[in-house]
């Protein structure tokens, strides 16, 4: 099956610093990737769909300016969280969909700590 | 009302038990639907797509009601290996943008 890693798997840093979170499709080609962001014992939210060569695609309320996204290559997209806070520290973890574009192959996720 | 409901649970059960879940979902346009399984602190995995004459999976069965707008899994002959949440998702209609429900949680024991 298609495999999508992401890196890094943990990151702490410190108040007011930008992090960025590297999505990959490793044996596929993926125009588009989708990120989340998964609260304890909650739900994954989807933040935005990232699409390759164009701009992404945020949902309502999130800042496009705090989470910043490029999708350069038909296999990388990052996230960068700017400026990050302690009410950023969360687990983001990216998708692709399969060539039918239904199921999605998900990152093993990134598990982001702002002190 | 949500996009994808479900009932967190969590739905604690013995070995060998048999348990279902149910889904709902608010956008009748929506076409496609999953079921995936995300253990504690890891990503999501598919468990099976949802079609509408349902389909099975040896102890997995999926159904689909469009009428209703609810889709269900049943787990037959319970392994303590199944614990995990269960996540429903629909894609938006018209669309392959994922929604998920919040999960449910099944917790097998011995």
């Known amino acids: 099956g298609a495999v999508v890693s992401q890196h890094p798997s943990w990151v702490i840093c410190k108040s007011g610093t930008s992090v960025k979170i590297e999505c990959r499709s490793l044996d596929f080609q993926a125009t588009t990737m989708f990120w989340y962001r998964q609260f304890p014992k909650q739900s994954l939210m989807l933040m935005a769909t990232s699409n390759e060569g164009s701009k992404a695609t945020y949902e309502q309320g999130v800042e496009k300016d705090k989470f910043l996204i490029n ?26 969909p399969g060539t039918g574009h239904e199921e999605q192959y998900f990152g093993p996720g990134t598990r982001l700590t702002v002190t | 009302r949500k996009e994808v409901e479900q009932d967190p649970g969590p739905f604690n059960v013995p070995e060998g038990a048999t348990v279902a879940f149910n889904c709902t979902y608010s956008n009748s346009a929506s076409q496609s639907f999953f079921w995936y399984r995300q253990d504690c602190r890891k990503e999501p995995k598919l468990l099976m797509s949802v079609y509408s004459s349902g389909n099975e999976d040896g102890r997995f069965t999926a159904q689909l009601n469009r009428a209703s707008q609810y889709i269900s899994l049943l787990i037959r002959d319970s392994k303590l290996s199944d614990s995990a949440t269960y996540l429903c998702v629909v894609n938006r209609g018209g669309s392959y943008i994922p929604t998920f429900g919040r999960g449910t949680s099944l917790i097998v024991h011995p």
């Open chain 1, 71 to 96: 999708h350069a290559s038909l296999t990388l997209s990052t996230l960068t969280v700017t400026s990050a806070h302690p009410e950023d520290s969360s687990f983001y973890i990216c998708s692709a």
